[in-house]
């Protein structure tokens, strides 16, 4: 089956840790993007990366950091700067970035929770 | 800078009834409009995708118009079911391709 997945399901992080959350995808996308959603409201862009080996900050870039050394796998770091990290993050990828054919394809999310 | 609204937040509804769910955007240099679904605790599945040059699409009991001068896109949904209660998210790309989200449409539809 193609398609994204996103590990862990649920994620606990105790205040100073930093966490890594999982995505991977075999759909052959070259981009890839992180998404952060709070309660009630949409989705804000962390990373997002073109092609391997670049990426870019998204509008809340603060705290958290990414890697993209393979097409299929885009991890993101959520940092001990990361003030506020209680969130569900969205993994999502498309064909290309600027062409026609990005249309945005998610994963299932990982809910992480800071204790 | 783009901006997104959805309204209204929730709308419940009674089986069988045709609906339309509202999307409005502050550019209107989109280069496309993606409608998602959400169900509680999932990600996000892509419903319908309209390209700037395009006015709708349509797929099955789906319906998404995209009207770039008026800065609005809709979503129609036919002969509603309880399977359709969900959150409706509707995201324009803007001149970066960045995708501007909307808060949402909680969407119940009673039996």
């Known amino acids: 089956d193609g398609g994204i997945t996103q590990s862990p399901k649920y994620l606990f992080r105790k205040e100073g840790q930093n966490v890594t959350l999982s995505c991977e995808q075999n759909?052959?996308?070259?981009?890839m993007y992180w998404y952060r959603q709070d309660p009630g409201q949409g989705l804000r862009l962390i990373y997002y990366?073109?092609?391997?080996?670049?990426?870019q900050k998204g509008d809340i870039a603060e705290g958290y950091s990414v890697s993209r050394e393979k097409k299929e796998s885009f991890p993101l770091t959520v940092t001990s700067a990361q003030k506020n990290p209680t969130a569900f993050y969205l993994c999502?990828?498309?064909?290309?970035?600027?062409?026609?054919?990005?249309?945005?394809?998610f994963g299932p999310g990982t809910r992480l929770t800071v204790l | 800078k783009q901006e997104v609204t959805q309204i209204p937040a929730a709308l419940s509804v009674p089986e069988g009834e045709n609906l339309v769910l509202n999307c409005s955007f502050t550019?209107?240099?989109?280069?496309?409009l993606q409608w998602f679904r959400q169900d509680p605790g999932k990600g996000l599945t892509s419903l319908l995708l309209i390209q700037s040059s395009q006015r709708e699409q349509t797929s099955g009991r789906l319906n998404a118009s995209l009207d770039k001068s008026s800065g609005r896109s809709t979503l129609y949904i036919a002969a509603s079911q309880p399977g359709d209660s969900a959150t409706y998210l509707c995201a324009g790309m803007d001149s970066s391709y960045k995708l501007i989200f909307g808060s949402g449409t909680r969407l119940l539809v009673r039996p």
């Open positions: 990366s073109q092609i391997v080996n670049d990426f």
């Open positions: 999502a990828s498309s064909i290309d970035l600027t062409g026609i054919y990005n249309e945005q394809f």
């Open positions: 759909l052959n996308h070259d981009a």
């Open positions: 550019d209107s240099a989109i280069y496309n």
